[in-house]
C-alpha cells in the first residue's frame, strides 16, 4: 500500500490540527494504521495506532486524551486530530501501515511495513 500524509502546518500552543493518511488499494480495511513522530536526533516514536475490523486504539502517553486516532474505510483514509497541541509536539509526522488481520495494537517501527512521506507539525510557545 502507498500512503500519503498531509495536514501539518505551524499553530500555536493549545491549538489543533487534523493529520490525513490517504492510502491505496483495495483492502484499506484490512490494514492496521499507525502515526509515528520524530524530531532531528532523535529515534522515531510511537504516538498512535488503530486496528482494522474490529476497531481497536491504543497511544503514547504523551499524547492520551490530546489525540484521536480515526479512519475511514469508504475513504481510504486515516486520520489523527491533534487537540491541546505543546511545543513538544514539534516533530515530524508519519503515517504507516501493516497488512494483518489482528486486534493486538501495534507500537514498534518495526511492526509496519509500509510509510507515508512525513508531514511537518510545528506549535509555537
Known amino acids: 500500500v502507498q500512503l500519503q500524509a498531509s495536514g501539518g502546518g505551524l499553530v500555536q500552543a493549545g491549538g489543533s490540527l487534523r493529520l490525513s493518511c490517504a492510502a491505496s488499494?483495495?483492502?484499506?480495511?484490512?490494514?492496521?494504521m499507525g502515526w509515528f513522530r520524530q524530531t532531528p536526533g532523535k529515534e522515531r516514536e510511537f504516538v498512535a495506532s488503530?486496528?482494522?475490523?474490529?476497531?481497536?486504539?491504543g497511544y503514547a502517553d504523551s499524547v492520551k486524551g490530546r489525540f484521536t486516532i480515526s479512519r475511514d474505510n469508504a475513504k481510504n483514509t486515516g486520520y489523527l486530530q491533534m487537540n491541546s497541541l505543546k511545543p513538544d509536539d514539534t516533530a515530524v509526522y508519519y503515517c504507516?501501515?501493516?497488512?494483518?488481520?489482528?486486534?493486538?495494537?501495534?507500537?514498534?517501527?518495526?511492526?509496519?511495513?509500509?510509510w507515508g512521506q512525513g508531514t511537518q507539525v510545528t506549535v509555537s510557545s
Open positions: 504507516a501501515a501493516k497488512s494483518v488481520y489482528s486486534t493486538r495494537i501495534r507500537t514498534a517501527e518495526a511492526e509496519f511495513d509500509s
Open positions: 488499494g483495495r483492502t484499506f480495511s484490512s490494514y492496521h
Open positions: 488503530i486496528t482494522g475490523s474490529p476497531i481497536r486504539t
